[in-house]
């Protein structure tokens, strides 16, 4: 039989060939608490006082550890609620990602990663009703980083910490709540379910 030696050449080939690289697009809706900087609070007053935030992230992560994440997340109640109005932060950023697939790309697994971004911080703060309220959207960066812990090829949990910050200067001149014009930053820790593609 000359080609059985072929055919097991090209069996144990096979064995021992690298696996395909696979990309990951994963989406993680999140909760988090926003703390520190211009949220005023410290990471545990922050939980007392309901400072939360809510969002989601659509991450694609190429078969290596180079991936992109668009991050929106909404913060009702940013700078506090009392009763002559309300304030909110929205943050939109795209993020390049460097993270480690440890265990592989499918099953369970576990991947650090570290993040870096820019994008845009929206905040409002609304007094005695729409006719006394002052917005501003700014150019901002972020940093970050957390874990992503896999439980399974399509489903996982994220932990997540990251940095915003503007780039300018925020004037809210209606009221106080920024003692004088300076830039908004805070950080948000969150944890989300991931739904891995």
């Given at each position: 039989?000359?080609?059985?030696?072929?055919?097991?050449?090209?069996?144990?080939?096979?064995?021992?060939?690298?696996?395909?690289?696979?990309?990951?697009?994963?989406?993680?809706?999140?909760?988090?608490?926003?703390?520190?900087?211009?949220?005023?609070?410290?990471?545990?007053?922050?939980?007392?006082?309901?400072?939360?935030d809510w969002g989601f992230s659509l991450?694609?992560?190429?078969?290596?550890?180079?991936?992109?994440?668009?991050?929106?997340?909404?913060?009702?109640?940013?700078?506090?609620?009392?009763?002559?109005?309300?304030?909110?932060?929205?943050?939109?950023?795209?993020?390049?990602?460097?993270?480690?697939?440890?265990?592989?790309?499918?099953?369970?697994?576990?991947?650090?990663?570290?993040?870096?971004?820019?994008?845009?911080?929206?905040?409002?703060?609304?007094?005695?009703?729409?006719?006394?309220?002052?917005?501003?959207?700014?150019?901002?960066?972020?940093?970050?980083?957390?874990?992503?812990?896999?439980?399974?090829?399509?489903?996982?949990?994220?932990?997540?910490?990251?940095?915003?910050?503007?780039?300018?200067?925020?004037?809210?001149?209606?009221?106080?709540?920024?003692?004088?014009?300076?830039?908004?930053?805070?950080?948000?820790?969150?944890?989300?379910?991931?739904v891995r593609f």
């Amino acid at each position: 039989m000359p080609f059985k030696r072929p055919l097991a050449l090209c069996v144990l080939l096979g064995l021992f060939a690298p696996a395909a690289a696979r990309a990951d697009t994963m989406l993680v809706p999140f909760l988090g608490i926003n703390f520190g900087g211009n949220s005023g609070r410290q990471l545990s007053n922050a939980i007392d006082a309901g400072r939360f935030d809510w969002g989601f992230s659509l991450a694609y992560m190429g078969g290596g550890i180079l991936g992109l994440e668009a991050d929106v997340a909404r913060s009702p109640d940013f700078f506090g609620r009392s009763d002559i109005g309300g304030s909110s932060v929205l943050t939109a950023t795209g993020n390049l990602l460097i993270g480690i697939p440890i265990g592989g790309q499918t099953g369970i697994g576990f991947r650090p990663y570290a993040l870096a971004g820019l994008g845009l911080i929206r905040s409002s703060f609304d007094a005695l009703g729409d006719a006394r309220s002052v917005d501003s959207n700014e150019a901002a960066w972020d940093f970050g980083g957390g874990a992503m812990f896999f439980l399974g090829t399509h489903v996982g949990l994220r932990g997540d910490l990251r940095y915003f910050r503007t780039f300018r200067r925020v004037d809210f001149d209606l009221v106080d709540i920024l003692e004088r014009p300076r830039r908004l930053d805070f950080a948000r820790a969150s944890a989300g379910f991931i739904v891995r593609f």
